[in-house]
């Protein structure tokens, strides 16, 4: 029995029983990202209202001003054709009056001999604005920037004015933003930029937006008995306006180059047609001085505000299809009746029928429809009157037809 049991726990002791390890779980799936559209485009802010002057410019460099907040986006104001030779197109820009007020466009000839027109000048200055108006400049007279150091004090606004934001863009020289941007965004350019280059470019939503210089230089050398006279001449005709897809408001790149001469800037189409309303008074009122009184103005006005309709159709078609050799049948215009119409030169116009010439009318009151199909009909079916009595002749029935041919045939038998 003790062997037994000795045994019987031999064996219990040599019986190892292993347990499998625990496994993890496996790892659950990540569950899908839910969709996310992408956020809509920006749309540019619609304009406002804005009060509209003429402006006396003045005839010297105007003292700048400091103000704290940027001017709004340009406007859209085409010029009329140049009235006589000489003239500059004076405005079409924001002026300070104690507040940002639209300068309407119009042409001007020079107060004085030989003057010139300068732009206005907008600068970027330690979060604040620093403005010097357009004004005419005597020959050979430079323009002078405000210096770094000059301490200016901040114009306070007019009663009732609610300042806007502040400059958002690098410090220095700029130009307002195209028509329709965001308010407060500044395009920054080169002194002597007319603020109208800026009319036709896309909005801009974002910062980004530049505009550099296209520059020609002219060299002429004259040489008279070892003398010599270097003129250099430095001709900006176009400006380039670059601004990346962050920047538009349509998400597409910018790089187009514009003319630098601001009647024929301003002439181009505008992407957004927010148009400069005319001004209610046509008294001009003069520029304004720092530290001064801010004018009496008229109320503000409404802006229209469209987008730009797309272009008329061009002949590219019929040049592809003259390319090619085919037949271009061009559009005849409409002419009025009693207009001879366009007959290309060298075919001979086609010879029309004279027109019908209409019957005079009768004084006789209009027939009845039976009248009329009477006298269209004399016998209407009753036969025509009977010379001795004046009775109709009766028409003979079909039977009574059939019955005389078939008598007349047996009589001819």
């Known amino acids: 029995m003790r062997i037994l049991l000795c045994s019987l726990a031999a064996f219990l002791a040599g019986c190892v029983v292993e347990m499998p390890a625990p496994q993890a779980p496996p790892p659950a799936a990540p569950e899908p990202a839910a969709y996310a559209p992408p956020p809509p485009a920006p749309e540019p802010a619609p304009p406002q209202v804005a009060v509209s002057v003429y402006v006396e410019p003045a005839v010297a460099e105007p003292a700048p001003i400091a103000v704290s907040w940027a001017p709004p986006p340009m406007l859209v104001e085409a010029p009329p054709p140049m009235p006589f030779a000489g003239a500059a197109w004076v405005g079409g820009y924001w002026i300070w009056q104690g507040n940002w007020v639209w300068a309407h466009g119009h042409w001007m000839g020079a107060p004085r001999p030989d003057y010139v027109w300068v732009h206005p000048y907008y600068e970027h200055r330690g979060g604040t604005v620093i403005f010097v108006d357009g004004y005419w400049s005597a020959p050979g007279v430079a323009f002078v920037p405000p210096p770094p150091g000059l301490r200016m004090v901040v114009e306070t606004p007019a009663p009732g004015v609610i300042p806007g934001p502040a400059p958002l863009g690098p410090e220095g020289c700029f130009v307002p933003a195209p028509p ?9 350019a080169p002194i002597g930029t007319a603020p109208a280059v ?18 020609t230089n002219v060299t002429n050398n004259t040489n008279v008995t070892n003398i010599t006279n270097i003129t250099r001449v430095t001709n900006v005709t176009n400006v380039t306006i670059i601004a990346p897809a962050s920047a538009t408001a349509n998400g597409r790149p910018c790089n187009t180059s514009v003319p630098a001469a601001p009647h024929l800037a301003a002439a181009r189409p505008a992407v957004v047609q927010a148009r400069a309303p005319e001004p209610v008074s046509t008294r001009p009122i003069p520029t304004f001085v720092p530290g001064s009184r801010p004018p009496v103005l008229p109320h503000p006005q409404p802006q229209t505000y469209a987008r730009e309709s797309p272009p008329p159709p061009t002949a590219a078609p019929a040049l592809e299809a003259h390319a090619r050799g085919e037949p271009v049948h061009e559009p005849q215009a409409a002419h009025s009746p009693g207009e001879p119409a366009h007959v290309p030169a060298g075919a001979r116009p086609a010879v029309s029928p004279p027109p019908a010439q209409p019957h005079p009318a009768s004084s006789r009151p209009p027939e009845h429809p ?16 009977h010379p001795e009595n004046g009775e109709p002749h009766k028409q003979p029935s079909a039977h009574e037809q059939d019955k005389h041919e078939k008598s007349g045939e047996s009589a001819g038998r």
Do not use: F, L, Y
């Not at 329709?180 to 920054?188: D, E, F, K, L, T």
């Open 370 to 385: 039976e009248n009329a199909k009477a006298a269209a009909h004399p016998d209407n079916g009753k036969g025509s009157a």
């Open 198 to 215: 800026v009319t036709s470019a896309p909005p801009v939503v974002a910062v980004g937006m530049r505009i550099t210089n296209n520059v």
């Open 180 to 188: 329709g941007s965001r308010a407060g965004i500044i395009v920054p």
